[in-house]
């Protein structure tokens, strides 16, 4: 028996998952941008981002959830501001911008799930912030592709290219 083919992802997600203040893992540490292109170079104005990251002494369990929701209506009305979960959800603006609020890793890297219209399936890649030995065993001519750029003391941009000659690297965790 054949598998049910795949559908394309999205962009149904963009109503329902982003969440006030998704962006926000934590106050007071780095800020991480960027934008999100298609193959063509175009700004992908509704892919979403689901980021994972370690704390910064490098633990992976984070707090569970904290969301907090109106009493009254049971709308979320953003995170508590306090837990550190290392989780976050952010959707591109218009211009395909995105922008998340963190604290350092301290293994390193945030990894990251990339949805977005014409995509059948999901994408992960990383986010390093500094060059890691893993970056290394990656072709030098592409491995760039994961390595923020330093825009200031607490400021990186890293932008995502789905496809064409710029292309961020992914992995298969298949």
């Known amino acids: 028996m ?6 394309t992802v999205g962009p149904f997600y963009g109503y329902a998952l982003p969440f006030p203040g998704g962006g926000d893992i934590a106050t007071g540490g780095i800020t ?9 170079g175009a ?12 704390s910064p002494s490098g633990d992976l369990t984070g707090a ?5 929701r ?13 837990d550190f979960t290392g989780f976050g959800r952010v959707p591109t603006e218009a211009d395909g911008r995105w ?6 890793p301290g293994n390193g890297y945030i990894s990251v799930c990339v949805f977005a219209r014409g995509l ?11 060059h890691d030995a893993f970056l290394d065993s990656l072709p030098p001519e592409r491995a760039h592709t994961l390595l923020a750029a330093r825009e ?15 292309e961020t690297i992914f992995f298969d965790f298949g």
Request: charged share 20%; no cysteine; net charge negative.
């Open 70 to 82: 109106d009493p009254v209506n049971g709308a979320v009305v953003g995170r508590n501001g306090v």
């Open 152 to 166: 200031g003391e607490d400021r990186y941009r890293f932008d995502i290219h789905l496809q064409g000659e710029k």
């Open 32 to 40: 991480l941008h960027g934008y999100v292109y298609d193959g063509a």
């Open 43 to 54: 700004p992908v104005p509704d892919a979403l981002l689901e980021f994972w990251q370690a």
């Open 120 to 130: 059948l399936h999901h994408l992960y890649t990383r986010v390093y912030l500094a």
């Open 2 to 7: 054949n598998p049910t083919p795949s559908q």
């Open 99 to 104: 922008t998340l609020r963190t604290l350092v």
């Open 64 to 68: 569970p959830g904290t969301l907090r």
